[in-house]
């Protein structure tokens, strides 16, 4: 598969304004308006993926073209930032979004709730209606995977797929219990510096510190994920936090039951951001109540 992947595999980068929010979506594959796209060409099936907190599509990059490799270049596999984690670079066109006509103003876009309904505005908007999907969430993002699962039945989702999922208590998880003093009680006293120490670097300095971060954690530099070293995005990826601590509590086992062939978790044997009793996703004892099923 390593030959396959390093073959050259089209990523497009767009920033699309999505609920008034600057969005960043990368689209590995040929097909980058599958609205307008009309021909025999177009695939009938989106694998979408939804990252965690904070929400760097470049991150995803390697992962999206393995995916796309893996299933023979048959299927686009798209990117999406969550609102308010990425801001389009200097010079860089923002399009804007056709609107859903039957959508409500987005109350709290930057918080839990927010992030869902913005993810739900692209796929409505961005994404033909017959087009089938595979919803694939990464940590906070299964738990907004099921949110759509449970929002949105009207959407032809096919399968959603859970990686290293969050979705309850992640409060008491072992890093649940270091950032949630630290992100609801501290947060506000990390504001004032991180806007003093990080918007005066210029972007050449915000460019180099981005290089050896990625280098650091093995990660290729197609796409510079300046956003890491950005305020404002730093500030709303603190303040989803700070939400994912206080309200992923209980685990949504109603939709989990309805959708059971729909989210298969996966991860390894201890995740960090699970809670103790649930010892990541190989969980003895994490049974879905009123069925036979093991998550």
């Known amino acids: ?55 760097f599509s470049p991150l995803y990059v390697p992962f999206a073209k393995a995916l796309y490799s893996t299933t023979k270049r048959r299927f686009p596999v798209w990117i999406i930032s969550h609102a308010g984690h990425a801001l389009a670079p200097r010079g860089k066109k923002v399009l804007k979004s056709s609107e859903d006509p039957n959508a409500e103003e987005i109350k709290d876009i930057y918080g839990l709730h927010g992030q869902v309904e913005h993810k739900l505005a692209f796929l409505r908007t961005q994404v033909p209606k017959e087009m089938k999907l595979v919803v694939i969430g990464h940590s906070i993002g299964s738990y907004f995977s099921l949110e759509i699962l449970k929002h949105a039945p009207e959407l032809p989702v096919i399968h959603s797929i859970l990686l290293f999922p969050t979705i309850e208590r992640i409060s008491e998880s072992p890093k649940g219990k270091f950032a949630t003093p630290l992100l609801c ?70 939709t989990i039951k309805e959708h059971l062939p729909k989210p298969p978790p996966a991860g390894e044997k201890r995740h960090p951001w699970a809670p103790p009793s649930l010892g990541g996703v190989e969980l003895e004892g994490w049974a879905v109540p009123g069925t036979t099923y093991d998550l």
């Open 1 to 55: 598969m390593d030959s396959e992947i390093k073959e050259e595999i089209p990523v497009h980068e767009e920033f699309i304004l999505c609920c008034g929010v600057e969005t960043q979506v990368l689209k590995c594959g040929p097909w980058t308006d599958l609205i307008n796209n009309q021909s025999g060409t177009r695939p009938k099936l989106l694998i979408f993926i939804i990252p965690g907190n904070p929400g």
């Open 185 to 254: 009680w501290l947060r506000y006293a990390l504001y004032v510096p991180c806007y003093l120490l990080l918007k005066p670097w210029p972007e050449k300095i915000k460019s180099l510190m981005t290089r050896m971060v990625l280098q650091m954690m093995d990660i290729p530099r197609e796409f510079l994920c300046l956003n890491m070293f950005e305020p404002f995005c730093l500030v709303n990826a603190a303040y989803l936090g700070s939400q994912e601590m206080r309200e992923v509590v209980k685990r949504d086992n109603e």
